[in-house]
DNA sequence: TCTTTTTGTTTAGTATATTATACAATTATA
DNA sequence: TATAATTGTATAATATACTAAACAAAAAGA
C-alpha cells in the first residue's frame, strides 16, 4: 500500500496527462502554486488537506479519486520472525499482514494460537465484522455461551460487537487468517 | 460548505467524544500530537494529507467520513448583483449558486440570457451530466441537429459531452437553473 | 480538605508546505 | 536558423504544520 501523498501525486499526474493540462494550466484552475503541483506530482511533499481540496475542486473530481489506490498496486507482506502483538503469556502471537486500511476499511492478520493458548476479545464497536479461516491445527472459540470447533480449511465470521475467546486445547499449533471489516462511522 | 479543516475538526471530535477518547489516548493510537489533535479540532490549522491518514488509520475510520460534511450543515447563498461569468458580450450572465464540491460531485449556477443573448458550450468531458430547468422566459437550446424550445417550469437533462447552444429569441428575460454533474474518474 | 491523576490548552522550537522568481529544456513560429 | 512562447524544474524566502514540553483546569482518590 502506497503512502497516500504518493497516490495524491500519482492520480493528479494521471488526470493532468489524460486532459492534455499544462502544470501552469492546473495552477491557474486550482489556485495551487505551479511548483506545488510539481512536488506533489513528483511526490516530494505531503500536501495539506486544503491544498488536495483546491485541486479536486478546480478540476471537478472527487476527493477520493485523488487519494484511491492505484488499481494495479501489488502489497507483498514478507513473513516475519517477530509477532506485532503477544498475548497469554506468549501463548497467542499476533503477526500484522494488512494494516487498517481506510480505503477499504479493512485489516488482516495472523494468529499463531500455541499448544494450550488462548485469547479473550472485548467486543468492539457496533457493526465491525470478523472472519476466521483456519489454516491448520484445531480451533475452538466461543461467542457469548456456544463454543464452535473448527478444523483446517473451515471458517467462521461473527460480528464482532459481543466478545468472544480462542483456544487451543491441542498439542499442536493452531494458525488463523484473521480479516476484520469495520464499519464507516 | 465548510472548509475541509473544520469538517475534519467536528468529525474528529465528534468520534472522540462518542469513543470516550481523550486527545492522549487518540495521541497513542494515531501518532499524530495531542496538540496538532487539539490544533486540528478546534480548526485552527491546516493538517497534511498524511496526518489525516494516520488519525484514520489509527481510530479504523474511513478518510471519507473524516471529511465528510454534517449532514445538518445548511449553506445559504445570497442574491448577488454581479455575475461570476459574462458571455456573448454581456447578453449571458452566469451567477455561481454552489461551487463544485468534490463531495457530492455536483455544480450549481444560474443564467440570465438577455434579449437575443446566446450562450455556446464546448463539449465537456465523458460522463458530464447537465440538468436545466427553466425559471421564467421562453428557451430554446440547440444539441447536436436538434432545438427544443422550453417554457418556464419546463426542465431538460443531457450528457454535456456534446456541444450545445443556449439561446433567448424573445425580448423578454429567460432565467435558467443549471445543476451540472461529473463523473468520478 | 489536600493530593494525585487525568484532562484540555498554550508555547516555543523545528521541520516543512507553499509561493514567487528565476532557470533550463522543449516546442512552436518566423 | 533564429526568436519567441511554452513547457517542466530548481531555489530562496516565507508561512505554517507539527512536536515536545510546560501549563492550567478539572476530576478522582485519599
Redesign the interface.
Known amino acids: 500500500m502506497n503512502?497516500?501523498?504518493l497516490r495524491?501525486g500519482h492520480n493528479l499526474q494521471r488526470?493532468r496527462k489524460q486532459?492534455q493540462l499544462s502544470l501552469d494550466k492546473v495552477a491557474d484552475l486550482t489556485g495551487v502554486s505551479k511548483g506545488m503541483l510539481h512536488q506533489i506530482e513528483r511526490g516530494d511533499t505531503?500536501?495539506?488537506?486544503?491544498t488536495?481540496?483546491k485541486i479536486?475542486?478546480g478540476l471537478?473530481?472527487?476527493?477520493?479519486?485523488l487519494?484511491k489506490e492505484d488499481e494495479s498496486a501489488i502489497s507483498i507482506v514478507k513473513r516475519k520472525d517477530a509477532p506485532d502483538i503477544t498475548e497469554d503469556n506468549g501463548n497467542c502471537l499476533v503477526y500484522l499482514l494488512f494494516?487498517?486500511?481506510?480505503?477499504t476499511?479493512i485489516?488482516m492478520f495472523t494468529i499463531v494460537l500455541k499448544p494450550k493458548g488462548s485469547y479473550v476479545s472485548t467486543p468492539h464497536?457496533e457493526g465491525v465484522q470478523e472472519y476466521i479461516t483456519v489454516i491448520s491445527g484445531e480451533f475452538k472459540i466461543s461467542i457469548r455461551d456456544d463454543t464452535y470447533t473448527l478444523l483446517a480449511g473451515e471458517a467462521i465470521r461473527f460480528t464482532g460487537n459481543v466478545s468472544h475467546k480462542y483456544r487451543n486445547e491441542t498439542d499442536e499449533n493452531v494458525i488463523l487468517q484473521v480479516v476484520m471489516h469495520?464499519p464507516?462511522?
Not at 505531503?46 to 486544503?50: G, I
Not at 471537478?60 to 479519486?65: D, G, H, K, L
Open positions: 503512502a497516500i501523498h495524491i488526470v486532459r505531503q500536501p495539506t488537506v486544503t488536495v481540496w479536486a475542486t471537478n473530481i472527487s476527493f477520493s479519486s487519494i494494516p487498517f486500511n481506510p480505503q476499511q485489516e464497536n469495520y464507516e462511522a
